[in-house]
């Protein structure tokens, strides 16, 4: 019996290789392409939108006005001083994120080194959900339940007091409920693709496993959990409904908790409802105020692109 010969060009079997891509991978992969680029269409698109009317705006308002305080662009004369909501979405983004980096991050160690796998696969979906609820039932939930709460307990006439119809802090609870879920899961992701070797090595020294979460699988941990972090904080710098309902209108250059601000979204969404002429000064500072949060959004992605490539750890 004579050997068949399996080389190429030896008239055997076939190669393993397929000579070419299948189709439906190349279709997948173009897909996936057009995905990417359909991004990056939209994101030009939105600065195309910001930029002509922005352009208008500084046209008639000097940079010196602009980055002062006293913003009341719709007042006469108008004042267009963005540091009051600047200051005023910070303010709501600071004292939410106080609450939700700490509960979020808990719960990923919970689910990853705590919890048994049949918890992990009920707590989590349950999590989550807080991801799906319309913001504007937050909003109201901050509303109806948070502030009447909030001027009950809050100590006296502390910070000025409590006892007023919007607040920052109640609006930032409620971003701090949007937010937690995403950073949860994100960083329970993040934890859970440790290597097991790296547990199992600190367990083997005599670690604990509150040890082992902290000073092991965190570290490990870190890139993912600061873009899981930073991404919490963009989610809130853009939210929109939570902040009109519950933090009021009201601009005001402070980081007090418990007085009535307005965040660059909350204007924007109360100023562009059409009562305001096209083309005239107070509509083109909706546009300077967009894009002033569009380059804020823009900064926290950078930064988040830094840090992640900063502590990432790569496993092999």
Known sequence: MEATSIGAGGGGRPPLEAPSRRWGEKAIRGLLALCGLLSVLTTTGIVIALIGPTINFFGEVSFGEFFSTEWFPTFNPPQFGVFDIVLGTLNVTLWGMLFAIPIGIGAAIYLSEYASRRVRKVVKPILEILAGIPTVAIGFFAVTFLLPIISDVWPGEFLGGADK??????????????????????????????????REGAYAMGATRAKVAVRVVFPAALSGIVAAVVLGISR???????????????????????????????FIATTATG???????????????????????????????????RFREVYE
Do not use: C, K
């Open 236 to 266: 809130a710098v853009g939210e929109t409904m939570i902040v009109v309902l519950a933090a009021g209108s009201t601009p005001d250059a402070t980081l007090n908790p418990v007085h009535s601000i307005q965040a660059i979204t909350s």
């Open 275 to 309: 009562d305001i002429s096209q083309g005239s000064i107070t509509y083109d500072s909706v546009f300077a105020a967009g894009t002033v949060l569009f380059l804020m959004t823009l900064a926290m992605n950078v930064i988040s692109i830094r840090l992640v490539r």
């Open 165 to 198: 119809p919007f607040m920052a802090i109640a609006a930032s609870l409620g971003l701090g409920l949007m937010v937690v879920p995403i950073i949860a899961s994100i960083s329970e992701d993040a934890m859970s693709a440790v290597p097991r070797g790296l």
